[in-house]
T-cell receptor, first 114, second 112 residues
Framework: ETGVTQTPRHLVMGMTNKKSLKCEQHLGHNAMYWYKQSAKKPLELMFVYSLEERVENNSVPSRFSPECPNSSHLFLHLHTLQPEDSALYLC?????????????FGPGTRLTVT | AQSVTQLGSHVSVSEGALVLLRCNYSSSVPPYLFWYVQYPNQGLQLLLKYTSAATLVKGINGFEAEFKKSETSFHLTKPSAHMSDAAEYFCAVKNSGYALNFGKGTSLLVTP
């Protein structure tokens, strides 16, 4: 595997379920990110981790809980979601948090909340 | 504060024609600017980035963009469109913090 991978690629869950999204980067990067991509809206940054420490949480509801056990893996734990949480969730990584670095994105998990 | 405006949510060009996708930014300090492309059911792929080394930036797949400070613009161009260029294109800016601030995207349609 190369680059940034995400599993599952598609997920359908009810509002009372608990599920987790997984992201893995094979690039040796130190920073990882979760973004939400909804129709008709710009990408929204949700969480940022640097060297396994969370450095930013953009007022995301507590029903989304991130976890970064090491610099290669990032999880997004989901519970009691709402239909408006249906979106494409993208994981990204970068060598560090330095401004000049671009972010490398995974293919995303398409989440549908019923 | 920083923001990105992409003019035109949909752009249609004929195969072989010039591609021009517009991006204007607002930033209180010199920014870093990026163009990403997203094909259906895929993540975002970096096309090119501006980091102040040169105002004309060449990217992958024949795309290039020119940074114009006086116009606060970073438009993306390609001399000759190919059918495979049909995708969603995103301009993004970063000059502080950790986030890439994205525009709403422009959907490029290439017709035969």
């Amino acid at each position: 595997e190369t680059g940034v991978t995400q599993t599952p690629r598609h997920l359908v869950m009810g509002m009372t379920n608990k599920k987790s999204l997984k992201c893995e980067q094979h690039l040796g990067h130190n920073a990882m990110y979760w973004y939400k991509q909804s129709a008709k809206k710009p990408l929204e940054l949700m969480f940022v981790y640097s060297l396994e420490e969370r450095v930013e949480n953009n007022s995301v509801p507590s029903r989304f809980s991130p976890e970064c056990p090491n610099s290669s893996h990032l999880f997004l734990h989901l519970h009691t979601l709402q239909p408006e949480d249906s979106a494409l969730y993208l994981c990204a990584s970068s060598p560090s948090l330095a401004l000049s670095y671009e972010q490398y994105f995974g293919p995303g998990t398409r989440l549908t909340v019923t | 504060a920083q923001s990105v405006t992409q003019l035109g949510s949909h752009v249609s060009v004929s195969e072989g024609a010039l591609v021009l996708l517009r991006c204007n930014y607002s930033s209180s300090v010199p920014p870093y600017l990026f163009w990403y492309v997203q094909y259906p059911n895929q993540g975002l792929q970096l096309l090119l980035k501006y980091t102040s080394a040169a105002t004309l930036v060449k990217g992958i797949n024949g795309f290039e963009a020119e940074f114009k400070k006086s116009e606060t613009s970073f438009h993306l161009t390609k001399p000759s469109a190919h059918m495979s260029d049909a995708a969603e294109y995103f301009c993004a800016v970063k000059n502080s913090g950790y986030a890439l601030n994205f525009g709403k995207g422009t959907s490029l349609l290439v017709t035969p």
